[in-house]
């Protein structure tokens, strides 16, 4: 769809973030070249991903023999060797590579793999607990924040935005939420206008800064 070189990823590492990242995107259509330096991990995804192979990737050689340099999408899954990461990431930059994502176990870790060349840095562990930590303790059914303290929130209608179109419950002005969506009972999401009649039970997502859309869940 995006040209030969545009829809395709090389995915270092195939432990569990690797792994369910090379079969996700495998899923999307991409064509992935994953590489792990363990033949079990290799075998265990040959049959769902067409391009599996064993490599070390702190190998610079190997990986241009397998043509990792002419890629412009790569993710450095690798967390727990520190080195084996942080050298699988200043190679691919060495290559040139555009779009470099990198898993990282800490932010001192996230740091040095930025200095190295990362363009995307992720800290699944420390971003999901953080994310689990709004959903334990508040109303929110599901959360997403943004950068610069901007979230969206799934949450259910609070009752003062019941029985009356959004327009007239000026939720805008007094939480400053937008809301974007809205699913009634046994039906799918559908976009929110002014028009839209809340009802008792709806499910809502919001859009705001993260403190806002906080504060809106919290309403019952
Ligand atoms: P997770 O927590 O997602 O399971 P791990 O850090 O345990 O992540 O997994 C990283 C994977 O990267 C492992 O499967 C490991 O074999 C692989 N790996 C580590 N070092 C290298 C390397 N130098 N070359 C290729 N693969 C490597």
């Known amino acids: 769809r995006n040209g030969s070189s545009g829809n395709r990823a090389v995915i270092i590492g195939l432990g569990r973030f690797g792994g369910s990242l090379a079969l996700e995107l495998a899923r999307q259509r991409t064509d992935v070249l994953a590489i792990d330096s363990s033949p079990k991990l290799v075998d265990k995804y040959a049959e769902d991903l067409t391009h599996a192979v064993v490599a070390d990737s702190t190998d610079e050689d190997a990986l241009k023999q397998l043509g ?121 999401f559908t976009y929110a206008t002014a028009e839209t009649v809340v009802r008792r039970g709806d499910l809502l997502i919001v859009a705001g800064k993260s403190t806002d859309t906080e504060r809106f869940a919290e309403l019952t």
Do not use: C
């Open 68 to 188: 990792v340099h002419q890629f412009r999408r790569a993710v450095v899954a690798i967390g727990a060797d520190l080195e084996a990461s942080i050298l699988t990431t200043s190679v691919l930059a060495d290559f040139g590579i555009p779009n470099i994502w990198a898993k990282a176990l800490s932010r001192q870790h996230a740091r040095i793999l930025e200095r190295v060349g990362a363009h995307h840095v992720v800290l699944p562990e420390h971003d999901m607990g953080e994310r689990v930590a709004h959903l334990v303790m508040g109303r929110m059914l599901d959360y997403i924040e943004f950068e610069d303290d901007y979230a969206m929130v799934k949450t259910v209608a609070p009752a003062e935005a019941v029985g009356r179109p959004l327009a007239e419950s000026e939720l805008r002005s007094k939480y400053g939420i937008t809301v974007v969506s809205i699913k009634r009972r046994g039906e799918g």
